[in-house]
């Protein structure tokens, strides 16, 4: 449904472009995880699907026709759940989902059903005569989530979309955006929280220096790990991991990329042979974490 292509993007004065090249798909019924660093390009690409920036240099295609075109002609067709507040506070919950029906066009027998059926998705049916203001954290992102599903998008573009709610909440709304995705539509969820985008994305894109680093189904970039076995040791150190593949420490562990020919069993026998006493030992399965990390250089970014 959605293609950008060779994207780029540079603020005035900036040293360096907030996006170069990027290039990234969205299909309907799926779901795109974006992932990135601060100063990464995150916001600048989901700045772009929401209409707040032109296209400076490349493409945004939607089912194959420019992105400012169906913008114009049918805006709808497009939603953004913001990780900020997008409604009026000093409304109630079914006043606020009244204004926004109206906003997205609608009116008659179905500016009423699509409130009906957007509170019931957000359970927010006995809070319909609460102010807004007065909600917790989780019925907030649920009042965001019912209004931004209000006119029925096809693309739906979800940035931080739990932050500060409680668990239960947070298993609320990614429970929503996955029957989001199995009812059709085309789904781009941006997070910090990678162990969300490993529960439901199918595609994973991470952005970097506002490039492109690594995109593919999320199958895939996990299965990168079946040759990492991850060890806890005391004393254990690199030179006595060398022999075996690439170590790489990490807080109170250690990683091993394994070479080609050595097997796990080897490695931990060896150990104990020489003397270390392993207490605890994974091997398999890499975290979507582990290779974030790996791919970002671990640094700390501020902006």
């Keep these: 449904m959605l293609e950008i292509r060779s994207l780029g993007y540079h603020y005035k004065g900036a040293q360096y472009p907030a996006l170069s090249g990027v290039t990234v798909a969205a299909k309907r019924g799926g779901i795109l995880g974006l992932l990135g660093p601060n100063g990464a390009g995150k916001t600048t690409l989901i700045s772009h699907l929401s209409g707040?920036?032109?296209?400076?240099?490349?493409?945004?295609?939607?089912?194959?026709?420019?992105?400012?075109?169906?913008?114009?002609?049918?805006?709808?067709?497009?939603?953004?759940?913001?990780?900020?507040?997008?409604?009026?506070?000093?409304?109630?919950?079914?006043?606020?989902?009244?204004?926004?029906?109206?906003?997205?066009?609608?009116?008659?027998?179905?500016?009423?059903?699509?409130?009906?059926?957007?509170?019931?998705?957000?359970?927010?049916?006995?809070?319909?005569?609460?102010?807004?203001?007065?909600?917790?954290?989780?019925?907030?992102?649920?009042?965001?989530l019912a209004i931004t599903l209000l006119p029925q998008p096809e693309l739906v573009l979800f940035d931080e979309p739990t932050v500060g709610v409680d668990a239960q909440s947070r298993a609320f709304v990614l429970d929503a955006i996955r029957r989001l995705a199995d009812e059709g539509a085309a789904v781009i969820y941006a997070s910090h929280y990678m162990e969300e985008i490993e529960a439901i994305a199918e595609r994973v894109a991470i952005l970097d220096h506002g490039r492109v680093i690594r995109i593919g189904a999320l199958t895939e970039m996990l299965s990168e790990g079946a040759r990492v076995i991850t060890l806890k040791a005391p004393d254990l150190h690199a030179q006595a991991l060398q022999p075996y593949g690439k170590p790489e420490r990490s807080g109170t562990h250690w990683r091993l990329e394994l070479d080609d020919n050595m097997r796990p069993t080897y490695v931990l026998k060896a150990l104990e042979e020489a003397g270390f006493d392993v207490q605890q030992a994974e091997f398999g399965r890499a975290s979507l974490e582990q290779l974030f990390m790996s791919l970002t250089q671990r640094s700390l970014r501020d902006s």
């Design 52 to 144: 707040a920036l032109e296209v400076q240099l490349g493409s945004i295609l939607v089912d194959g026709v420019p992105l400012e075109k169906v913008r114009r002609r049918t805006p709808t067709r497009i939603a953004v759940a913001p990780q900020q507040e997008a409604f009026y506070p000093m409304l109630t919950v079914a006043e606020n989902m009244a204004v926004f029906a109206a906003a997205g066009r609608l009116n008659g027998t179905r500016k009423r059903s699509r409130i009906e059926e957007c509170m019931a998705l957000g359970q927010l049916e006995r809070f319909a005569d609460v102010r807004a203001a007065k909600l917790s954290g989780g019925l907030k992102r649920r009042l965001n």
